[in-house]
T-cell receptor, first 115, second 115 residues
Framework: AQSVSQHNHHVILSEAASLELGCNYSYGGTVNLFWYVQYPGQHLQLLLKYFSGDPLVKGIKGFEAEFIKSKFSFNLRKPSVQWSDTAEYFCAVTPPYSSASKIIFGSGTRLSIRP | ETGVTQTPRHLVMGMTNKKSLKCEQHLGHNAMYWYKQSAKKPLELMFVYSLEERVENNSVPSRFSPECPNSSHLFLHLHTLQPEDSALYLC??????????????FGQGTRLTVV
């Protein structure tokens, strides 16, 4: 079945640590890829997106993600996290050839940053 | 504020009640979506409306009934729900009926508890 997998359900880091959250998808062909973030008590908002071109995508708040087609991966990275990065992070993909496009989300990774 | 407003923010209802969730977007988008967010599960797309016509209905039980009277408003009518329907219900909008091609903007959600 088509799916998006986020391997870590909960990640705990100290401030200034480096972050990498994994995301793998199971579609073949061209896909659009997203990372969304949901801060406590707030709405889902877009961190970054990949449609085509440079596979290294830079987003807001110092986040970046790298699309590796051969690995079906779109991992999210940040070199030095802050306490304010505490949130839930969702990877998402739109499958190719959708008659009515839709985003398929992963189950999310909760990130907790120790001050 | 994302431009997508959901009311109420919290709702507790009995299994025999009838209630409605409301979503309003002020972004001029022509597509609106209902998602269900349950703990430790991927976000589930429930319904998609494009130009006020339902274009996706992802095997959602009939106790959930959407309504889109115009491009700015979306409702989710609820009746005879089950406790497992307790979740966060998210509304989103995008331009073009294709959230995969453009950013989807989310509301803050309605936290529904069925007792």
């Amino acid at each position: 079945a088509q799916s998006v997998s986020q391997h870590n359900h909960h990640v705990i880091l100290s401030e200034a640590a480096s972050l990498e959250l994994g995301c793998n998808y199971s579609y073949g062909g061209t896909v659009n890829l997203f990372w969304y973030v949901q801060y406590p008590g707030q709405h889902l908002q877009l961190l970054l997106k990949y449609f085509s071109g440079d596979p290294l995508v830079k987003g807001i708040k110092g986040f970046e993600a790298e699309f590796i087609k051969s690995k079906f991966s779109f991992n999210l990275r940040k070199p030095s996290v802050q306490w304010s990065d505490t949130a839930e992070y969702f990877c998402a993909v739109t499958p190719p050839y959708s008659s009515a496009s839709k985003i398929i989300f992963g189950s999310g990774t909760r990130l907790s940053i120790r001050p | 504020e994302t431009g997508v407003t959901q009311t109420p923010r919290h709702l507790v209802m009995g299994m025999t009640n009838k209630k409605s969730l409301k979503c309003e977007q002020h972004l001029g988008h022509n597509a609106m979506y209902w998602y269900k967010q349950s703990a430790k599960k991927p976000l589930e797309l429930m319904f998609v409306y494009s130009l006020e016509e339902r274009v996706e209905n992802n095997s959602v039980p009939s106790r959930f009934s959407p309504e889109c009277p115009n491009s700015s408003h979306l409702f989710l009518h609820l009746h005879t729900l089950q406790p497992e329907d307790s979740a966060l219900y998210l509304c989103a909008s995008s331009q073009g009926g294709s959230p995969g091609l453009t950013e989807a903007f989310f509301g803050q959600g309605t936290r529904l508890t069925v007792v």
